[in-house]
């Protein structure tokens, strides 16, 4: 766990663009760009270290796992990164000894390995970014803009937008997901079947806010560049996580607390 979360934290310090990444506040800021639901996910994992099993001799086999797993969160690659942190998580998901804690902290695990590996996968992003296309261009013609298509590039007079990985409306999901788990997880400690609607509602939700800062981004340079760099992006992250964070809410208030007798 240790060389898991000194692997992530390391590739977030290092993948940062910061010109002072390694300084207090250059490290403060990779942190805070990481963003605060994947703060607060290790939080929740580290505090849930001690219990993950029930109590037990430990197998020649699960050592030569353990040692394999550490080689691998000791390459300096976020790739590797996150396929450790979902081989982790599915692991504790997997073993029939993982404690109510341990299946937490491997719920927890998958999804922040599911999120960086998100970050790697522009080819599926990328063809994502046609549908994007079509689907602004119909918004714009209904907003009364001439704009045209061409495969994932819009264009609006004398300005052309190219919908890059980035800013596909698949690139924040993984990162919505993650969000409604760890919200979901500190208010009542569990997931449930019955919370996959909310969860649904939660990622289309995030869909449509993408869509619209696009067509706004679509309309000429000067909203691009206030949707992209400035205010309209920090609106766009602020309304991403109410939507998840509202649907979270609603689905721990309709499911119920957890059940007499279940710590959280």
């Known amino acids: ?152 590039v819009l264009t609006h007079g004398d300005f052309a937008l190219e919908i890059l990985a980035p800013c596909t409306s698949s690139a924040p999901l993984a990162d919505v997901v993650l969000a409604f788990v760890v919200i979901v997880l500190y208010l009542r400690g569990e997931c449930r079947r019955a919370d996959l609607p909310w969860l649904a509602a939660a990622l289309l939700g995030s869909i449509v806010l993408s869509e619209i800062r696009l067509t706004f981004m679509a309309r000429n340079y000067v909203d691009y560049h206030w949707w992209h760099y400035e205010g309209g992006m920090t609106i766009y992250v602020l309304a991403e996580l109410a939507v998840a964070a509202f649907f979270a809410l609603l689905a721990v208030a309709r499911a119920g607390p957890v059940a007499a007798g279940q710590p959280a």
Do not use: K
């Not at 001690?50 to 000791?74: H, T």
């Open 1 to 152: 766990m240790a060389l898991a979360s000194i692997g992530y934290w390391g590739g977030v310090i290092t993948g940062s663009h910061d010109p002072d990444a390694f300084t207090a506040a250059g490290i403060a800021n990779s942190i805070f760009d990481a963003g605060a639901f994947s703060f607060a996910a290790w939080v929740m994992v580290l505090v849930r270290v001690v219990g993950l099993v029930e109590d037990g001799p430990v197998s020649m086999r699960l050592v030569l796992i353990a040692l394999g797993f550490g080689l691998l969160c000791a390459i300096p690659s976020q790739p590797a990164t996150a396929l450790a942190l979902a081989i982790l998580g599915g692991g504790l998901l997997w073993r029939q000894e993982a404690t109510r804690r341990g299946r937490q902290a491997g719920l927890l695990l998958l999804l922040l390995g599911v999120a960086l590996a998100s970050r790697f996968l522009s080819p599926i992003h990328n063809m994502v970014a046609g549908l994007d296309g079509r689907v602004v261009a119909w918004l714009s013609h209904l907003a009364g803009n001439e704009v045209t298509l061409s495969g994932n």
